[in-house]
């Protein structure tokens, strides 16, 4: 909590601070706000491996190339897909739900270290 100092409140000698600074500079000083205010990092979900991997060169030429929006939506209908050839499979063997969530997590895992997603 900050607390106002009137310079009426300073008598004779107290008027001015040890640094023969003057009350109301120093009321000055402490209204006026830091220059440098602080900046929040926003969190980044980021690959480990980002730039690592057989396939990171492609992957990065390919973004350059086709854009990173255009390149974002191309690798969300992929990984869909993907995610989709797994669900299949499941179904195919007879695996639960929880065996497919766990290799669609692999896929993920793998497409990161190959660098597919970096």
Do not use: Y
């Not at 969300?76 to 195919?92: D, N, P, W, Y």
Request: hydrophobic share 40%; glycine share 10%; charged share 20%.
């Amino acid at each position: 909590m900050a607390t106002s100092i009137s310079a009426s409140a300073f008598l004779g000698s107290w008027g001015t601070s040890i640094a023969g600074e003057d009350c109301t500079v120093l009321q000055a000083k402490a209204a006026a706000p830091p220059n440098a205010r602080a900046v929040r990092c926003q969190p980044m979900m980021k690959n480990v491996n980002e730039g690592k991997g057989i396939f990171a060169p492609a992957v990065v030429v390919t973004r350059n190339i086709v854009g990173k929006k255009r390149f974002n939506q191309l690798r969300g209908k992929a990984i869909a897909l993907h995610s989709q050839v797994i669900t299949e499979f499941c179904k195919s063997i007879g695996a639960d739900s929880k065996q497919r969530q766990g290799l669609i997590r692999l896929a993920k895992k793998n497409g990161e270290k190959l660098g597919f997603l970096a």
